[in-house]
Structures are given as C-alpha cells and as structure tokens.
C-alpha cells in the first residue's frame, strides 16, 4: 500500500513570527512611593485593568495614585488598563524623576500618555526675626505640630521647628530642612504624597513675624518635560497657579511654551486642591479612540467641575497654550488641545502611530520573509507596505488621499549602500485632515 506522501510531499514554513506593537491606549500615573506600600511586590510598574484590581494590590481610596487613576477609569469608553510606576522615595534611593522614568522604560514601555504625582514641597517663609516668647505653631495636611517656642537664636529655633515637624508628623519619612536661614525659609516635603494644606501661626512675644505659604512642583514638571521631549510619549501636568491666567510670563506654563515642547500638555484648574484631576482625565476621556479618530478639544470630562474665566483669563490661558475647562453654552468642554508648543495634542499622537505601525509593517516582513531581494521588484515590496501604512492611516482619520510614495531604482543606488544592504531614498509627502475647531460665517438677508 502507497502513501499520499510517497507522491505528493509538502513542506509547510510558518512565517507567522509577531513583533511587539507600540501601544497608544494605555496611560501612565507615575509616583514615588516605598517598594513595600502596597500589599502586593512592587517593583517599578504593575498594569491595572480597574479600579478593584488596585484596591486588591492594597491601594487605599484616598491615596494620590488611586484618586487619579479614579478619574482615568471614570470616562465612558474608559482605557482597558492603566500603569502606575514607582519612583524610589529618599528612604530607599536617591533619585530623579528622570532616572526613575528611565528605569521604568527600560523594564516596560508598554504605556504613551502620562502624568507624575510631584513631590509638592511646602515653602514657609518668615518675614522677619523671631524674638523671646514667640511661639510657632505649624500644621501639615491637617496635623498639628507641637508647638515651638523661640529659642536662644532664630538659627536654633528654625532648627527646632525642623526636628518637631518630622517627628510630629504621621509620615515618619518627612523631610523639613531650613534651606536659608537668613531668610527665615523653611521646606517641607511629605514623600508619600502631596502636601495640599501647609499653616503657620506665630503667636506671644512682643512682635510676631509673619509667614507666607506656597507650593512649589515647577521642578519636578520642567524636569519630566525634558524627559519626555527624548520619548514617544506625551506628558500631562495640571496646575492651579493663579499667575496661568494673567500675563505673568514667569508661570511654569510660559516657562515651557519658551521651550516650545512638543510632548508635554499643560492643563489649567483652580480647583485642583479639591482633587480635579484635569490631566488624568484629559487622557482618561481621548485615549480610548484611535489616533487620528478624535480631537482633543471641546471634550467632555466626567467627574470634573468646571470653572469660570473672564474673558481675559480665558485668552492669557490659551495664548500660553495652556488647556482649561470651562463652561459654554451649558455644556462643560476642554480648550484647546494643545501641547505647549502650540502643536495639536492629536496630530502628535496620530503621527507617533503613524511612525510606528510602518516600521512595525516593514520590520515584519523582514522577520517573516525568508528574503526581501535588492532588487527593483524588492524595493517594490517596501513602498507597498508604505502605501498600505499610509492607506491606514487615512481609514483612521489622520490623512487624506493622495499622498504620494517616490522610491530608488536599483540601479541609482549607491554601491556602499547595497553592500550594506541598506534602501535609502524612500520617500512619502502626505497631508494632515486637521479638524475644525472654529467656523465663521457671514450671511446676508433681505426683503
């Protein structure tokens, strides 16, 4: 008896051999917290696809990284995970924002728009000389210090209130350092989370100086900034200083738009103390649409409360290319969009995928081909899989029709470059849709 194999033989190759794919949906909350806050081994990252998959790793409900991711998941269609990452606190390691956001790309990458939870550092300064009988008394975040009273010299009573605040307050891990003391400047930094709330009272003696209390993240948000510039991410900071919505051109939003960064959203709330978390749901609300599908103004953000700006405010914001959220016509909406650089947040997305789904479209042929030969028939392959990326990307919404893709002739190639086996001169000219954001019309009407 024969077998059908003793005729017909048949060799099969599977040339199926997947590539990892550049994810634009996955948003990330970046936060320095301790290795062991959670009840769950964290290392750098972990990916959650809910909110009661974080509670069940031991995140509480009044945590910082859970009230952001909060508003992330809040938005209808909602993103299908989110990742928090972890950067070192000062009881573990001394590091950067940079060196832990590198440290995270490095073990994943797995995630595009991001924010931080910046080390919010209270400032205290005196505006003048404590003196006998001065008694200070100073609250962090709703916990009282005891109290202080002056002691021999300002130098030693600053230092005093120092060490009374760290062992004071519940987060055993504050720092509190007097980083001028002729300027009568205390620095306060709570490494588990922001600080929201910072009193100082100076009570007795024959005067009382005075303290003024601010919040400094402009550091933390210029250093990310620069990272992010290097990346194939975007980065989005809220603020709520008032300095946004004038003419100041010192505000860490003018900072950045002097920069002219492309990867890096500014967003603008004066509630932002009442935990309105406008960055986390900017991104929470757009990245579950394809890029090149949507615009990123004029959206809706569930969960946040919008604000009033005169019309001045209104124009010092957006002239900074700062976005707000505010009411018109009833309905509460996002302006205008942007990155500070004045680039639309949606054509930098739509051209990021662009860039990596055709190198993923050509670097798959290559891994799933036996060869692409150098030859004018094997350039023609290339610009077909250009086209074929750029035909999607007008399916998505980010192009129009005819674009235009110019390749070599084998024979106009340089010898170097073919014995390097590299294809230069492939080209592609296409153009944006764009969407509309304003219209203007004139209308005439007679009798």
């Not at 950067?96 to 300064?125: C, H, M, R």
């Not at 599908?293 to 914001?317: C, N, V």
Request: proline share 2%; hydrophobic share 40%; charged share 20%.
């Amino acid at each position: 008896m024969s077998n059908i194999t003793d005729i017909v033989q048949i060799s099969i190759t599977r040339e199926t051999q997947s590539i990892a794919v550049a994810g634009f949906g996955t948003p990330g909350i970046i936060s320095e917290f301790a290795s062991d806050a959670t009840t769950a081994t964290f290392d750098r990252y972990r990916y959650y696809s809910d909110l009661a998959e974080m509670v069940s790793d031991g995140w509480g409900t009044t945590t910082e990284e859970y009230k952001r991711a909060n508003f992330v998941f809040a938005q209808n269609p909602s993103v299908d995970r989110i990742m928090i990452g972890r950067k070192n606190p000062k009881s573990e390691l001394v590091e950067t924002w940079t060196e832990a956001l590198t440290a995270i790309v490095s073990q994943s990458n797995d995630w595009y728009a991001f924010t931080i939870n910046p080390t919010a550092e209270g400032k205290i300064v005196y505006t003048g000389d404590f003196v006998t009988d001065n008694v200070i008394n100073v609250s962090v975040n709703g916990v009282a210090i005891s109290s202080v009273t002056f002691d021999t010299d300002h130098a030693t009573t600053m230092l005093a209130l120092k060490a009374q605040i760290e062992a004071d307050i519940t987060d055993s891990t504050a720092t509190v350092d007097p980083s001028d003391v002729t300027g009568r400047t205390l620095l306060v930094e709570i490494e588990s989370g922001d600080i929201t709330l910072l009193t100082s009272v100076v009570t007795l003696g024959a005067t009382q100086p005075t303290a003024t209390i601010s919040f400094e993240t402009g550091e933390d948000i210029e250093e990310v900034s620069t990272w992010a510039e290097t990346q194939k991410k975007i980065y989005f900071f809220t603020t709520n200083d008032a300095d946004v919505v004038t003419n100041s051109t010192i505000d860490i939003v003018s900072v950045l738009k002097d920069k002219s960064l492309d990867r890096t959203v500014a967003c603008y709330h004066s509630g932002l103390q009442d935990d309105n978390y406008f960055a986390e749901g900017f991104f929470g609300e757009a990245l579950p649409y394809d890029p090149g599908s949507q615009t990123w103004a004029y959206k809706g953000i569930a969960g946040l409360s919008s604000y009033a700006l005169t019309s001045g405010e209104r124009t010092f914001a957006l002239d900074k290319n700062c976005n707000i959220y505010t009411t018109t016509a009833g309905v509460n909406v996002t302006e205008s969009g942007t990155v500070v650089g004045g680039e639309y947040i949606d054509i930098i997305r739509g051209l990021d995928w662009l860039e990596a789904r055709m190198a993923e479209n050509i670097f798959g042929r290559l891994v799933n081909t036996r060869k692409i030969p150098y030859t004018d028939d094997g350039i023609t392959i290339i610009e077909g899989l250009v086209r074929e990326s750029l035909s999607n990307a007008v399916t998505a919404g980010l192009l129009t029709t005819g674009y235009v893709v110019t390749v070599p002739k084998v024979a106009t190639i340089s010898q170097a470059d073919k014995i390097a086996r590299n294809l230069p001169d492939v080209k592609f000219t296409a153009t944006l849709q764009g969407a509309i954001h304003t219209v203007q019309i004139q209308g005439t009407v007679s009798v």
